[in-house]
Nanobody
Framework: QVQLVESGGGLVQAGGSLRLSCAAS????????MGWFRQAPGKEREFVTG????????LYADSVKGRFTISRDNAKNTVYLQMNSLRPEDTALYYC????????????????????WGQGTQVTVSS
């Protein structure tokens, strides 16, 4: 099992920035493809962005393109989400997730493709 712990969430004004981190640990950590999802109150969980095992491929939801950047440091078993130009509609609980497939190449935007999930970190953007 892989354990994922998110951090870096908080309260920020519209137009501001936050940087989220996701630290992976456990005996099965194997530089899996990683994704960030978010869920706002009363809404379904949605894909935000994902990154391939090597970090060479990324995928972004249209709503965050040009504003958010995903990156990873495999030596630290950590994935980051840099969030700029934040909007009130970005307010949500943000989850880090790991795709358990060791043979994956593409980044999947489907939540079912991810086997391990963190507890979430809250991001609140005020207007």
């Amino acid at each position: 099992q892989v354990q994922l712990v998110e951090s870096g969430g908080g309260l920020v004004q519209a137009g501001g920035s936050l940087r989220l981190s996701c630290a992976a640990s456990g005996p099965t950590v194997n530089n899996y493809a990683m994704g960030w999802f978010r869920q706002a109150p009363g809404k379904e969980r949605e894909f935000v962005t994902g990154i391939s095992r090597s970090g060479g491929r990324t995928l972004y939801a249209d709503s965050v393109k040009g504003r958010f950047t995903i990156s990873r440091d495999n030596a630290k078993n950590t994935v980051y989400l840099q969030m700029n130009s934040l909007r009130p509609e970005d307010t949500a609980l943000y989850y880090c997730a790991a795709d358990g497939r060791i043979s994956s190449v593409a980044v999947s935007p489907r939540s079912y493709q991810y086997d391990y999930w963190g507890q979430g970190t809250q991001v609140t953007v005020s207007s």
